[in-house]
């Protein structure tokens, strides 16, 4: 069988496949505002959030922006803190709408560091927002955001977070941690396809929200919450997937929020140690290495490309690259949703199968 293994799109159960094939239904009647009710309170239980909670069809990259535009205004100075490629996305959108970002980078690999966070904010106390990313897919590395949060709330500012390929596999208090805003996407862990930002905004969210001047008009909070309110979104939204996500949320909650976080931090383990038993080192620095994704650092004269090609052509084994300065330098397994140690499992004996072929020579 095939084993697509890439941080997103994830394979989808067959239950989940089978709802996206459903009749339409009129948005604006009462069985669609019974799934979105349904959907909003189940996914608040797994954002472990009392706050509202929104779903905006289109991409995480949209969710992104939404956030952005909803939170901030031109000229407001923002903290961002990045340690990847997805971290620059999000400055890179914030800067498009004019806010002034101030960079705060770490090496590709590595974890942000709070005390650092701490300094930056001390340095320029006219910063009002923090961007982080929980779960750096493009690196495989999961920032410390219990810590990261503590500094940023100590400071008083608002905590933007981007949970796209964490929230939902990886233990993630939205509340207990203060995050003020907090997106994610259907097609990362949440055994759907593509279509969905799902979207947290707090209290301090709200307010922001309030003195938000950047433009927006698709993208809108206080137009969705109103729409919420009657069990509508503002706009058509993608109907299938919400039937989708109504059977995935259902199957999640069913296993259990702390089952999935443990079969993640399962295959996060098994997908390291796999790795270094085959002479392969993960590229994320020790201790923050991601339970969603493990990216792996070509050695020993390993051509990553050539290793993918053969993976997916002779193996039916489907994982990724590296993004941009990380092209050719790693390649990355994802193990977030639908996914067991077992398949880990296989993508690792079928790597081990196809290294020699790909110039890798171990010690
Ligand atoms: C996938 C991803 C994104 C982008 O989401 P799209 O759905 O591809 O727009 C942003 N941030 C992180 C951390 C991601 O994993």
Known sequence: MKQLRIPGPTPCPEEVLQAMGW??????????AKIL?????????????????????????????????NTMSPGDKVLSVSIGVFGERFAAIAKEFGAEIIPLRFEWGKAADPDAIRKALKADPEIKTVLVTHNETSTGVTN????????????????????????GSIDLP????????????????WMV???????????????????????????????????????????????????????????????????????????????????KSLGL??????????????????SNGLDTKKMLKILREEHDVVLAGGQQKLDGQIFRIGHLGWATEDDVKEVISAIKKVLPQAGFKSN
């Not at 909003?40 to 992104?64: E, I, P, R, Y």
């Not at 939205?174 to 862990?189: E, F, N």
């Open 193 to 275: 396809p593509p279509g969905l930002a799902m979207v947290s905004v707090s209290q301090e969210g709200w307010q922001a929200n309030q003195k938000a001047k950047m433009p927006r008009f698709y993208w809108d909070f206080a137009k969705a919450k109103s729409y919420l309110e009657k069990g509508q979104t503002p706009w058509t939204p993608v109907v299938s997937v919400f039937f989708a996500l109504e059977v995935a949320l259902d199957m999640m909650l069913k296993e259990g929020m702390a089952n999935v976080f443990a079969r993640h931090a399962r295959m996060g383990k098994t997908a390291r140690e796999g790795i």
């Open 144 to 167: 410390d955001l219990a810590s990261i949060s503590s500094v940023v709330k100590e400071a008083g500012k608002l905590l933007v977070v981007d949970a796209i390929s964490s929230l």
């Open 281 to 298: 080192s993960p590229f994320a620095e020790e201790g923050y290495a991601s339970n969603t994704v493990t990216s792996v650092a070509a």
């Open 174 to 189: 939205v509340d207990k941690w203060h995050c003020d805003v907090t997106v994610t996407g259907s097609q990362k862990g």
């Open 23 to 32: 009749q339409m239904i009129n948005h604006r009647g009462p069985e669609f």
């Open 37 to 69: 009710n349904n959907v909003t309170a189940k996914l608040k239980q797994l954002f472990q959030t009392k706050n509202d909670v929104f779903l905006l069809s289109g991409s995480g990259t949209g969710g992104l922006e939404a956030v952005a535009v």
